[in-house]
């Protein structure tokens, strides 16, 4: 069965660094999604993206956040200047078209900021 | 703003009902889901309700009221393996998504 891949699974990092998670979605979905989730918290929705540009986001993806499809098959999200606060589960997800009621979503990437 | 309750802890008993209830404020509405996330994991999908009305798919149904902004999902003859946060999100527009706090289900034997 397809299913959404990312990595890393964990990423370790100073506070200002910068960092990129990844994400391969299903091969034949076309739109894609960043959610984040602080331990013990919501599942938050981040961004939206498709046609190679973003759809929706929410108010946390402010400027320091940025999404990009590089290739055929990956989809990452960066992060240019890490906080304390950016520590958290980021899970991707995918789904074949807008209106799919069922978003998949990778195992996720837990970054912890130092 | 995006309001979406849902009672943070619940119990029940192996083989009994379990419904979870799920009530919302939001900007928009394009559909109401309901996702099973265990511990450390990832959401996975259960049920997606855009018209008033029950879905059942096995044994999970959920209901949604648009007019109340008030949905539920029903579990039946629970299984311990049925232990898990459930979330209730929901679609406010085209391409977004909001979730709610979690209901965390403790089936007990």
């Known amino acids: 069965e397809p299913e959404v891949t990312q990595t890393p699974s964990h990423q370790v990092t100073q506070m200002g660094q910068e960092v990129i998670l990844r994400c391969v979605p299903i091969?034949?979905?076309?739109?894609f999604y960043w959610y984040r989730q602080i331990l013990g918290q919501k599942v938050e929705f981040l961004v939206s993206?498709?046609?190679?540009?973003?759809?929706?986001k929410s108010e946390i993806f402010d400027d320091q956040f940025s999404v990009e499809r590089p290739d055929g098959s990956n989809f990452t999200l960066k992060i240019r200047s890490t906080k304390l606060e950016d520590s958290a589960m980021y899970f991707c997800?995918?789904?074949?078209?807008?209106?799919?009621?069922?978003?998949?979503f990778g195992p996720g990437t837990r970054l912890t900021v130092t | 703003g995006q309001n979406i309750d849902q009672p943070t802890e619940m119990t029940a008993t192996e083989g009994a009902i379990v419904q979870i209830n799920c009530t919302y404020q939001?900007?928009?509405?394009?559909?109401l889901f309901w996702y099973q996330q265990h511990a450390g994991e990832a959401p996975t999908f259960l049920s997606y309700?855009?018209?008033?009305g029950l879905e059942e798919k096995g044994r999970f149904s959920s209901f949604l009221s648009r007019s109340k902004g008030y949905s539920y999902l029903l579990l039946k003859e629970l299984q311990m393996k049925d232990s898990a946060s459930y979330l209730c999100?929901?679609?406010?527009?085209?391409?977004?998504?909001?979730f709610g706090a979690g209901t965390r289900l403790t089936v007990k034997p």
């Open positions: 997800a995918s789904t074949f078209d807008s209106q799919s009621y069922e978003q998949y």
């Open positions: 091969s034949n979905h076309l739109y």
């Open positions: 993206f498709y046609n190679n540009e973003i759809s929706e």
């Open positions: 939001t900007s928009g509405f394009n559909g």
């Open positions: 309700n855009v018209l008033d």
């Open positions: 999100a929901v679609r406010p527009h085209n391409n977004d998504m909001r």
